[in-house]
Structure formats: C-alpha cells, structure tokens
C-alpha cells in the first residue's frame, strides 16, 4: 500500500500515504523533528476519484475552477492492496457525509442561522477529507527507530509529537480513535489528545505547548465520536467559538503505555465559494480563508498570497 499509494508532493495536497518522514505541520524549521505518525488521506468529494485518462470530458464549472490547480480536488491515490480498501472507505464516507450534514444542521440551529446557511455535503459542493492517521509505538518493529530517535532513555519528554500543536482549517473535523483505557497512566497528557483552552488556542503554539496548565486531556468513550471545531467556524461565529489548538505527545520510551494508536479524522469542508461573515473583519469565501491559513502554515508568517485577491466571490 505504501509504495502504490505515495502521497503527493504537491503543496498544500494531501493524498496518499505519507509515512513518519514526512514534516513537522507545524514548526517549519530544519530543526523541527517530524510527526512520529503516518497517514493516508482521501479526498471524498466524488470528483477526486475521476478518471486519469477522462481526456477533453467537459467538467462541471465548479470542479473546473480548482482542477487545474490540482490542491482542493486533487485525484485520490488509492492502493493495489487491500483489494477491499476502497470500498470499505467509501461505506465509511458515506456515513461521515449524513453525520456531518446533521451537526452542520444543528449547528446552525445553535446559531440562529437560516436552514443550510453551513452547506450539506449531498449537494456534492464540498472538498472534505478522511485521514487515517497510525502513531508507531513500540510494538511496531518497522517504526522502533523512529520512536526510539524521538525520545529519551530518561523518560523525559522531547520536543517530538506525534501530532504538533495546531488548530484544524477544516469547518469541523470528526474524529473516531481506537479506544484505550487510560486510567493506567501516572500522568493522563502523557498520551491522547491534549486541547489547549481559550487562552492557549490564541497564543502561538510554540508557546503554548511549554504551558501545560493551558491543556486539557480528552477523554474517550467507547463507540463515540470527537468533534473538533476549525478556523473558519471561529471566524464565521465572529470568535464566539473558538478553534482549539490541539496535539498528542509523543510518550517517553520508559513508559509502558507506548503502543501504536489509530484515528479516522474527517474534514468537513463546504462549498469553497460559500462567504464566511465576521462582524468587524471584511468577509471571505471558504476558499480565500483555507488559502489564507495554508500560507501561514507554509510562510511562518501573516502575509496573504496574492492569490486570495483574484478570487472571486
């Protein structure tokens, strides 16, 4: 799977599998450590499973705004193996789209807003994704390395994740874990997904996470779902809520709990020609604030690309 289904190098593309190589999402320096996890990512719009040789096929004007730019419908890469992958994904697609439509529902009822003023993904105008997301530990010999690298035989703690403080840019991500009874561990944000609060999603997270009484431990439930709300849902709520900054540590070798996890993150994504309101910022669309954030992400700073002035609304 991992030699048929190479992620693209594309920026800002995220498709394939991608192994414990890839970058840091968050710190850019040569001297950020990699994520200590692997992933493989779908786009789950339709379109993204068009085919290679569809030739001149006249494209839907709204799908051929993004196409040639190959980031928000880039074509999946799916592997030759397991034979029955694609279409296990597919089923679980379907269910994250109903789920998605109902919380997007509910919360526009939270918010006074007109009936699908947040879009539904069965009008099939929206550029979500699902991300599987494997953290090595121990037990997985081909990543003992990797995990061995990132931490200390003290037990201390490094400054290796195995997902870096960052906020979704995604209106709201579904996420379903394997579940693990935690109440083992002598210290529970050792391991799991830490959320920082109000104060620390607003700092920088390289700040943030030398904070530890800014973040709290999320813990599971047995056949439950996480919903975690992104940056444009902040923006369009005016910052009434707010876009938690998030991470899962990398445990130390000397504790007994490193043991490989996995995730299934969903990331619901509207229409990108949907405007996001704010009440004392000027207004964007889906696509200029996503833009906006991945140049961030990429530049180290707050400059805005070009690119984001050309689109029109």
């Known amino acids: 799977a991992q030699q048929s ?35 493989f990512t779908v786009g789950t719009n339709p379109f993204c499973d068009r085919s290679s040789d569809a030739g001149n096929e006249q ?13 928000l419908f880039a074509r999946n890469r799916w592997p030759d193996k397991p034979l029955d992958l694609r ?24 918010l006074g807003l007109p009936d699908k003023a947040l879009d539904r993904t069965t009008a099939g105008r929206h550029f979500s994704e699902l991300r599987a997301n494997h953290y090595p530990g121990r037990d997985c010999d081909h990543d003992a390395a990797a995990s061995t690298e990132a931490t200390k035989s003290t037990g201390k703690q490094t400054d290796r994740f195995r997902i870096s403080p960052h906020r979704d840019f995604s209106l709201f991500t579904i996420i379903q874990s394997d579940f693990r009874d935690l109440s083992d561990l002598r210290d529970p944000k050792s391991d799991g997904l ?10 920088n997270p390289a700040k943030a996470v030398k904070e530890s009484s800014l973040w709290q431990a999320i813990p599971q ?5 996480l919903v975690l ?11 009434l809520w ?14 007994s709990a490193l043991v490989s996890r996995l995730s299934m993150a969903f990331f619901h994504n ?24 991945f140049n961030r992400l990429v530049r180290k700073d707050d400059t805005v690309c070009e690119k984001v002035d050309q689109v029109e609304e």
């Open 59 to 71: 494209v839907d004007e709204y799908f051929a705004a993004e196409a040639e730019d190959g980031r």
């Open 87 to 110: 279409a296990t994904w597919s089923k679980y697609v379907d269910g994250m789209h109903i789920l998605a439509d109902h919380l997007a529902g509910v919360f526009e009822t939270c």
């Open 270 to 293: 509207p229409d990108y020609r949907l405007t996001i309101p704010h009440p004392s910022q000027p207004s964007m669309t889906v696509f200029q604030h996503w833009w906006m954030l």
């Open 242 to 255: 707010f876009a938690p900054l998030h991470h899962i540590p990398l445990p130390p070798l000397a504790q």
């Open 5 to 39: 289904a190479e992620a693209s190098t594309a920026p800002g593309v995220s498709r394939g599998f991608a192994g414990v190589t890839a970058a840091n999402i968050t710190f850019k320096s040569q001297a950020s450590k990699p994520d200590a996890k692997s992933t």
């Open 221 to 225: 439930r047995q056949d439950s779902f």
């Open 194 to 203: 830490l959320l920082a609060n109000r104060e620390g999603s607003q700092m």
């Open 229 to 239: 709300l992104g940056e444009p849902m902040q923006r369009w709520t005016g910052d």
